[in-house]
């Protein structure tokens, strides 16, 4: 079985890559940054699998021996599939992460999640002397919160707490994300709910203000993250 197809299918992005020209630009400038030695935080999303398709050419064309560290399954399992040696954040600490993003700010701000794992992208932006942004010309919005929600991960149990907490913040509309095809709500790898949060005004306070929130296990709201845009 082709599982890795059966995988990459299943996801949002899965079936078709949208603006795919523009993001195998973007994701071509990233895999000639790639170093003989490098450990790489890996975020998710398809232009992060197409900068991987290209670094994988390259460690087979050119020899190099570098070491992922996923932010995904997704990600894991192409890394496995490609034959891309992978480590953890326990074992190694990255020398830079790429990711995607699906909202960028002028300032840099920016909303990411629309694949669940904000948690994890979020914890390799964080442990990463140098975070490199790829993302193509669509993903440039002049205010945060134009075209996506901000994603929250919950912990099961706390849901209409973190949903009574979040309606504080003003909010224009909450929704529980739901699983594709499926009657059930999406969970997520650790185990946990995602709330799609629509503001109308995305404040310099509401990262901060979200995760304060018992409950709330992180958001896809990155403020004043020390960022590179690739585009
Ligand atoms: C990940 O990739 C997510 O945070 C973001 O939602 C997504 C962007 O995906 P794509 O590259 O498919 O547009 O970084």
Not at 125 to 148: C, E, H, N, W, Y
Not at 208 to 227: C, D, P, Q, R
Request: glycine fraction near 6%; proline fraction near 5%.
């Amino acid at each position: 079985m082709n599982w890795e197809k059966t995988i990459i299918d299943s996801l949002e992005w899965g079936k078709e890559i949208s603006n795919r020209e523009e993001k195998q630009k973007v994701a071509d400038k990233i895999a000639s940054m790639v170093k003989d030695g490098d450990i790489i935080g890996v975020g998710s999303g398809s232009t992060a699998y197409l900068a991987l398709l290209k670094i994988a050419d390259r460690i087979r064309t050119e020899q190099l021996h570098i070491h992922a560290i996923p932010t995904s399954q997704e990600i894991k399992m192409a890394c496995a599939k490609l034959g891309i040696p992978q480590t953890s954040l326990l074992e190694h600490k990255p020398n830079w992460t790429f990711d995607g993003a699906d909202e960028i700010d002028p300032n840099h701000n920016m909303i990411k999640g629309r694949g669940g794992a904000m948690f994890k992208e979020k914890l390799l932006i964080s442990s990463s002397p140098q975070t490199f942004i790829i993302a193509d010309p669509s993903k440039m919005v002049s205010k945060l919160g134009s075209r996506f929600p901000v994603p929250v991960e919950i912990f099961p149990d706390a849901l209409i707490h973190a949903d009574q907490a979040l309606r504080s913040l003003s909010p224009v509309d909450i929704k529980l994300r739901m699983a594709q095809g499926k009657d059930g709500p999406i969970i997520t790898e650790n185990g946990n709910l995602i709330l799609d949060v629509w503001f109308d005004n995305i404040p310099d306070n509401l990262e901060n203000a979200i995760k304060s929130i018992t409950g709330v296990i992180e958001s896809g709201l990155f403020m004043h993250y020390e960022v590179k845009i690739i585009s």
